[in-house]
């Protein structure tokens, strides 16, 4: 099975997100603040960078992030 989350390549031509990015980038299922207490716990997306005040992401570590912390649910069962 293809990683669904791949095609957010397409969208983020730079190669990296900003935190207050991730909720346009993932239609919604995240929000900067979410993101901001997940990293404060570590259990964000790992190997964040600061640029002046504003943290941002590796898509590539945004793509591992979101397929590890997705659970699939299959309605047939």
Do not use: P
């Amino acid at each position: 099975m293809t990683n669904i989350f791949e095609n957010l390549r397409d969208y983020c031509t730079s190669g990296f997100v900003s935190r207050q990015e991730i909720g346009r980038l993932t239609g919604g299922l995240l929000n900067a603040g979410t993101m901001a207490q997940l990293d404060h716990k570590k259990l964000g997306i790992m190997n964040r960078k600061r640029i002046g005040n504003k943290t941002i992401y590796s898509i590539d570590d945004v793509i591992t992030w979101l397929s590890v912390n997705t659970e699939l649910i299959n309605f047939n069962d």
